[in-house]
């Protein structure tokens, strides 16, 4: 079993940049492919951004360029660096990973994060 827990959400201005952070337990990552969410309010949760333990990375068409996706192997931490931000940016935030390739098989509880204007 995995845990993650999310943090460093809050409220930042449009243009701003803030960090978030998921730390994982119970397994290291290093191995797994792992990602990012958001859920908007009253929309569906969405993709943001993945990392395989290749190397390869993906992002959502609208946060590339502006957010990275990256982990510290040795701290069992996967981060989103997000700059640039947009108030269409604003929602909660989940970190995922999964062992496998295809869908993710553990969630962490969110972080919320505002984009003010």
């Known amino acids: 079993q995995v845990q993650l827990v999310e943090s460093g959400g809050g409220l930042v201005q449009a243009g701003g940049s803030l960090r978030l952070s998921c730390a994982a337990s119970g397994r290291t990552l290093d191995s797994y492919k792992v990602g990012w969410f958001r859920q908007a309010p009253g929309k569906e949760r969405e993709f943001v951004a993945a990392?395989?333990?290749?190397?390869?990375?993906n992002y959502e068409t609208s946060v590339r360029g502006r957010f990275t996706i990256s982990r510290d192997n040795s701290k069992n931490i996967v981060y989103l660096q997000m700059s640039r931000v947009e108030p269409d940016d604003t929602g909660v935030y989940f970190c995922?990973?999964?062992?496998?390739?295809?869908?993710?098989?553990?969630w962490g509880q969110g972080t919320q994060v505002t984009v003010s204007s």
């Open positions: 995922a990973a999964t062992p496998g390739f295809g869908t993710y098989d553990y």
């Open positions: 990392d395989w333990s290749d190397g390869r990375q």
